[in-house]
């Protein structure tokens, strides 16, 4: 199976514009000329705050996730959305045998999804841990990608 949330990430780029035009608009609207003293408005950075806090968060979780569990590996990556055409940033990579895979778990808070993996290793003792956001990740797409890690973890159990 293979899939990706290229689709859901779309509308990323259009977010960070949007947030950047309210950004700069409420700053020169928050300007204000006048000639006498009166005290500053706090007020008029609300907004300001608020669509920072927003382009904090679309930055932090706007990742690009693919899964592909053809053949006999299962391949994670997940990269940065803001500038992966010029570069790689934020990425990660794992490609393993799937005769590796111990377990999987979906942490599933309010706003974030994340996906922890965990390895089977040979170097250390015990098990390696990795990490994936998933947020953008459709329902259907989440719900496949917990299948078909659960079929992997089964049949693992029933060869050891």
């Known amino acids: 199976m293979r899939f990706n949330n290229k689709k859901e990430t779309s509308l ?3 977010i ?9 608009t ?9 000639y006498d003293d009166t005290p500053f408005n706090y007020s008029s950075l609300i907004p300001n705050l608020v669509a920072l806090l927003i382009g904090i968060y679309v930055f932090i979780v706007g990742r690009y996730f693919e ?9 994670f990556k997940g990269n940065g959305l803001l500038i992966s055409k010029f570069m790689h940033y934020r990425e990660q990579r794992t490609e393993v045998p799937k005769s590796k895979l ?20 040979r170097n250390k003792r015990g098990y390696r841990h990795y990490k994936y956001n ?6 259907k797409k989440s719900k496949s990608l917990k299948q078909s890690l659960a079929k992997v973890v089964e049949r693992n159990k029933a060869k050891a």
């Open 67 to 75: 899964f592909d569990s053809d053949g006999e590996t299962l391949n």
């Open 102 to 121: 111990l377990d999987f778990k979906v942490e599933n808070f309010f706003l974030y999804r994340r996906l922890h993996i965990y390895i089977n290793s």
């Open 134 to 139: 998933i947020t953008f990740l459709g329902s």
């Open 12 to 14: 990323v780029p259009s």
């Open 26 to 34: 409420n700053a020169f609207a928050s300007v204000e000329l006048k």
């Open 16 to 24: 960070y514009i949007i947030i950047v035009a309210v950004f700069i």
